[in-house]
């Protein structure tokens, strides 16, 4: 083998060194060099915005929303409603006594004209048999059965309006009442107490009970008692109550 020389040793020691160091660098390199990675997270920008009050700006749940426009279709049915009249129920003349007068409390005393049976009844809404006509009918009077001569009373204080003899109801007087109360008393005697334009007190003797006339003679002697209120006849027991 041939030997180097010293220059030749030098060189190669000068090489060795260069090639080492450059080694030393590139190994530098590679540890400072980021590790690239696959894929980068989007970035997320948060905008700051003002602060909302929940309890003035958040609508509420359980109301409802009152500015939706009403439909005009509907608004005019509102207002039909509205504007439509009420219809009162008819108010009978017993339920018109019940509220102002009740069974026995009038605005003024009423009694019964004499005692006794009733032998046709008070018929406004149904009817009753009448014997004398052998039929069903109405009834705006109650017929009190007793015997001829029988007193007849006012059943109340007034003014007698009308005395007259009638083919149907016989010796007839009316007497009108305050507020709108008037009691009407036929199948009298003829020769009756009082006159058209008397003043009369309640109690007082008007007449006496007669002879029954054709349309009444199946009843026998009686008397046809009617009680009325502002020219409605009224059942006479819904203001004066049972004998």
């Known amino acids: 083998m041939r030997k180097l020389t010293r220059n030749q040793w030098a060189a190669v020691g000068t090489g060795f060194v260069l090639v080492a ?5 590139l190994s530098a390199i590679n540890q ?3 590790v690239p990675q696959t894929a980068e997270k989007p970035s997320v920008v948060v ?9 003035q700006n958040a609508p509420s749940k359980t109301t409802a929303n009152t500015d939706q426009p009403v439909p005009e279709t509907a608004q005019a049915e509102v207002e039909d409603l509205a504007e439509a009249p009420v219809e009162e129920a008819p108010i009978t003349a017993q339920a018109e006594m019940g509220e102002t007068a009740g069974m026995t409390e009038v605005a003024f005393s009423l009694q019964w004209p004499l005692e006794g049976e009733i032998g046709l009844d008070y018929a ?13 009918r ?5 017929a009190i059965l007793a015997e001829e001569g029988t ?3 006012a059943a109340g204080d007034g003014t007698v309006a009308e005395v007259a003899m009638d083919e149907e109801t016989g010796m007839t007087v009316v007497i009108t009442h305050p507020e709108g109360w008037v009691t009407t008393y036929s199948q009298l005697a003829e020769a009756v107490a009082v006159s058209v334009g008397d003043t009369v007190t309640q109690g007082e003797v008007i007449g006496q009970v007669g002879t029954p006339s054709k ?3 199946a009843l ?3 008397l046809d008692f009617q009680v009325a209120l502002d020219d409605r006849p009224v059942d006479p027991k819904a203001v004066l109550g049972a004998q």
């Open 47 to 55: 905008e700051e915005t003002a602060p909302v009050d929940v309890n």
């Open 21 to 25: 160091a450059a080694g030393f660098g």
């Open 32 to 34: 400072t060099e980021p």
């Open 138 to 142: 109405t009834n705006d009077t109650v």
């Open 124 to 136: 406004e809404t149904a009817t009753v048999y009448d014997p004398t006509l052998e039929q069903y």
């Open 151 to 153: 007193p007849v009373e």
């Open 215 to 217: 349309y009444g003679v």
């Open 220 to 222: 026998g002697s009686h």
